[in-house]
């Protein structure tokens, strides 16, 4: 199952290793796991290892997922992994300073209004961001590194998407499907080996 199961607000979970969680993905099984009826939960330094998800936030609100480490499970088909962090109905967090390898997506955001994903860095995954159904959120100064793709945003708008950088990923850096009123400046994609 989760390694570790947030239901109240106001919790901090700081400086800690998490490892092997359960490997079903109806389940939805994570490093961390928060439920909606938790509110300005905070996810601080950690390491996540070997996590289906490292952090699924299920309908919170106002939760801040900053500095941690998440590694996926690579023995894993990539589809059949979970995400690094996957946002799924929620609003007002921030997602800001991870290092996120090894998992399907490195940061999935679905359905989720007025999130903030800043500084992460994303290697070794599927897409390194991808949205979809999502508005009002801003993607700044992250870093997607050796994926089959960069940043994938579909189905989105009111997307402010600002100095990103996408560096040798395989088949593109941005794909950009069905994106409307959404300023998209100062983003990167270049090729460093090769």
């Known amino acids: 199952g989760d390694v570790l199961r947030i239901a109240a607000g106001n919790v901090t ?3 800690l290793t998490l490892r092997r969680s359960g490997n079903d993905l109806t389940a939805m ?3 961390i796991f928060i439920e909606r ?5 905070v996810i601080s ?3 996540i290892e070997d ?3 490292g952090v699924y936030l299920d309908g919170a609100a106002n939760v801040r997922v900053e500095r941690n480490v998440i590694r996926g499970m690579r023995e894993m088909r990539v589809a ?3 995400d690094g962090i996957h946002l799924w109905n929620d609003t007002g967090c921030t997602i800001e ?10 940061i999935y955001v679905y359905v989720s209004s007025h999130n903030t994903i800043t500084r992460n860095v994303v290697h070794d995954v599927r897409y390194g961001v991808h949205y979809m159904y999502s508005q009002y959120n801003l993607l700044q100064d992250n870093v997607s590194r050796g994926n089959l793709a960069g940043y994938a945003l579909m189905s989105s708008d009111h997307l402010q998407v600002i100095g990103n950088t996408a560096e040798d990923d395989d088949s593109y850096g941005f794909l950009l499907n069905y994106i409307s009123h959404s300023e998209i400046a100062g983003n990167q994609v270049r090729r ?3």
Do not use: E, K, Y
Not at 37 to 41: K, L, M, P, Q, S
């Open 13 to 15: 979970v700081r400086d």
């Open 29 to 31: 099984n994570a490093g």
């Open 37 to 41: 009826t938790a509110r300005d939960v």
């Open 45 to 47: 330094g950690n390491r």
């Open 51 to 53: 996590s289906l998800f």
């Open 80 to 82: 059949d992994r979970g």
């Open 97 to 106: 300073g991870n290092d996120i390898a090894g998992s399907r997506d490195g």
């Open 192 to 194: 460093i080996n090769g």
